[in-house]
């Protein structure tokens, strides 16, 4: 069964820093999301893409965060620089067109900035 | 906006019990909804999700939900629970149009004693 994938699976950086966490959507899905979980909390959208651009930002998304499909098959979000509270896990998702209408997740990548 | 509500933040239930987590969302038209399941350090898996029609729904693992307009409700319910369903439990609204976030609930975090 197709799946969607994400790398790294662990990423530690120093506050400041720039950090691009990559994802691998399912092959023919067309709308693509990143969400993030700090630890102990509830999920929280961040930002949705569709036809090569944004659809959809929440308030957390700011201008340290950008998306970016580079290729056919790379979904990528850049934080440009970390801060302590950007610690969390953050999970790729994709759709495809149509019903049904169902999101599939990537297993996230924990970001710990120390 | 849409939101959920999940007002049990936790549930312990002996294994071979019945189980019901309870879950209310707030949308005006009718919402799309989800159960996922995370165990510890896991992603997201989709339980059971709800569209249109019968208004009770199955989903992997033995689980069902009904879908009640009139009190804005979408519980999960299983007749026996095992102890393999320990984990943390999200109920989640997406609205019925493509592209769209999802809103999750803060969650439930099911024990089951032995």
């Known amino acids: 069964e197709p799946e969607v994938t994400q790398t790294p699976s662990h990423q530690v950086t120093q506050m400041g820093q720039e950090v691009i966490l990559r994802c691998v959507p399912i092959s023919n899905h067309l709308y693509f999301y990143w969400y993030r979980q700090i630890l102990g909390q509830k999920v929280e959208f961040l930002v949705s893409f569709y036809n090569n651009e944004i659809s959809e930002k929440s308030e957390i998304f700011d201008d340290q965060f950008s998306v970016e499909r580079p290729d056919g098959s790379n979904f990528t979000l850049k934080i440009r620089s970390t801060k302590l509270e950007d610690s969390a896990m953050y999970f790729c998702a994709s759709k495809g067109q149509g019903l049904p209408y169902e999101q599939y997740f990537g297993p996230g990548t924990r970001l710990t900035v120390t | 906006a849409q939101s959920v509500t999940q007002p049990d933040i936790h549930i312990t239930v002996s294994e071979g019990a019945s189980l019901e987590l309870r879950c209310n969302y707030s949308?005006?038209?009718?919402?799309?909804l989800f159960w996922y399941v995370q165990s510890p350090g896991q992603g997201l898996q989709l339980l059971l999700k709800y569209f249109s029609g019968d208004t009770l729904v199955q989903g992997i693992k033995g689980f069902e939900a009904e879908f009640k307009r009139s009190q804005s409700s979408f519980n999960l319910r299983k007749p026996s629970v095992h102890w393999s369903d320990a984990a943390e439990y999200f109920c989640?609204?997406?609205?019925?149009?493509?592209?769209?976030?999802?809103?999750f609930g803060t969650g439930t975090r099911l024990a089951v004693r032995p």
């Open positions: 989640a609204v997406g609205a019925k149009s493509s592209g769209d976030k999802l809103t």
């Open positions: 949308y005006g038209a009718t919402p799309y």
